[in-house]
């Protein structure tokens, strides 16, 4: 059976560094702060501090996670530095994925997923960021690029093992369009 996999970048060089950084842009947001389960987070209509949480993780050596719903895209990152990035698939219209500021809340080698139109045993290397929100891998389809999820965002299995070893609970995770 063909195997297809995602178009990713892997071990960034210096010009894949400098094309990524270039291509990034980011958007005005309302800012969600940490969420701290069961609450749900707060939101704050301040674009400054959404820039301002930004500006502090690319001044530390801090992992932290960025989601480009816009580009379908994931990037990890230390401090200012990308190290890893990879496409991605997040919510569809119907069932968007959340833009903000919040941080991985629990991991788990593998999570068993439900809701009203699906029941995913074994989702591996399981991130929850808010809520039922959560980066996690996906065998079950290969369309990354392409809006799929229930909100979550879909990792294909050997990236997502990949984050799940990088990132710690506490991890930041900004998701904007």
Not at 46 to 69: A, F, G, M, P
Request: with cysteine; glycine share 6%; charged share 15%.
């Amino acid at each position: 059976m063909l195997q297809v996999r995602p178009m990713f970048i892997h071990k960034l060089n210096d010009l894949a560094i400098a094309r990524l950084v270039a291509s990034l842009a980011f958007s005005t947001l309302a800012v969600i702060s940490p969420v701290f389960l069961p609450f749900r987070p707060t939101v704050w209509a301040n674009t400054e501090s959404y820039t301002s949480e930004i500006e502090t993780l690319q001044q530390s050596n801090q992992h932290w996670i960025q989601v480009d719903l816009s580009r379908q895209r994931l990037i990890a990152w230390e401090g200012n530095t990308p190290v890893y990035a990879v496409v991605v698939s997040t919510g569809k219209p119907e069932t968007p994925t959340l833009t903000g500021v919040f941080t991985v809340q629990y991991k788990f080698q593998t999570a068993r997923m439900q809701g009203d139109d699906y029941d995913v045993p074994d989702v591996p290397f399981t991130m929850y960021y808010d809520g039922n929100y959560a980066i996690h891998g996906a065998y079950w389809h290969h369309n990354f690029g392409t809006p799929v999820s229930h909100g979550c965002v879909n990792v294909a299995v050997d990236h997502a093992e990949w984050l799940f070893n990088w990132s710690a609970v506490g991890t930041p995770v900004i998701v904007h369009n």
